[in-house]
T-cell receptor
Framework: GAVVSQHPSRVICKSGTSVKIECRSL??????MFWYRQFPKKSLMLMAT?????????EQGVEKDKFLINHASLTLSTLTVTSAHPEDSSFYIC?????????????FGPGTRLTVL | AQSVTQLDSQVPVFEEAPVELRCNYS??????LFWYVQYPNQGLQLLLK??????LVESINGFEAEFNKSQTSFHLRKPSVHISDTAEYFC????????FGQGTILTVHP
């Protein structure tokens, strides 16, 4: 099946710094990628949807200047958490939908655990 | 707006026992329904889905779920669980975007 990777799997950073998380589709081209955030004991919350070559669409309440998303190629999307604060600590998950994929099919990455000190 | 409620945050069972993980949803429009499974240190994997047709859908590893429109439910069942079924299970609905429930941690004890 289709594989999506994320890098890094864990990252610890100091408050005020920026962190970049990569999401790659390894064996297929992803026209659309999604970024989710998961809080402990809570469900995944969609943060934004990105289509290759265009600006991301952010969900209500998500600060687009804080969570920068770039989807420059059909196999790579990045999420940059700018000026990170402890409340940004969370589990970030990406998913991808392929060129030939059904509208209902998303492949998920293993997630990135961000800890901001 | 759509929402998904998984009524049990944790479900402990013994091996070979039956299990049911409950999922109810709220939506004013027709939606697609999914169950995803997340094993430790891995990404979410699609377990099964209901798009249309038969309301009973099955996975390759023995799980099944039944779409009940009148009760707005999509409960997940397995008649006999294995240790390897230990994981977190997420119910989700799709209408434009995926909306997830809070997740149910299934722990199968020997």
């Amino acid at each position: 099946g289709a594989v999506v990777s994320q890098h890094p799997s864990r990252v610890i950073c100091k408050s005020g710094t920026s962190v970049k998380i990569e999401c790659r589709s390894l064996d297929f081209q992803a026209t659309t990628m999604f970024w989710y955030r998961q809080f402990p004991k809570k469900s995944l919350m969609l943060m934004a949807t990105s289509n290759e070559g265009s600006k991301a669409t952010y969900e209500q309440g998500v600060e687009k200047d804080k969570f920068l998303i770039n989807h420059a190629s059909l196999t790579l999307s990045t999420l940059t958490v700018t000026s990170a604060h402890p409340e940004d600590s969370s589990f970030y998950i990406c998913s991808a939908r392929g060129l030939a994929g059904d509208i209902d099919t998303q492949y998920f990455g293993p997630g990135t655990r961000l800890t901001v000190l | 707006a759509q929402s998904v409620t998984q009524l049990d945050s944790q479900v402990p069972v013994f091996e070979e026992a039956p299990v049911e993980l409950r999922c109810n949803y709220s939506s004013s429009v027709s939606v697609y329904l999914f169950w995803y499974v997340q094993y430790p240190n891995q990404g979410l994997q699609l377990l099964l889905k209901y798009l249309s047709g038969s309301t009973l859908v099955e996975s390759i590893n023995g799980f099944e779920a039944e779409f009940n429109k009148s009760q707005t439910s999509f409960h997940l069942r397995k008649p006999s669980v294995h240790i390897s079924d230990t994981a977190e299970y997420f119910c989700a609905i799709l209408y434009g975007k995926l909306t997830f429930g809070q997740g149910t941690i299934l722990t199968v004890h020997p």
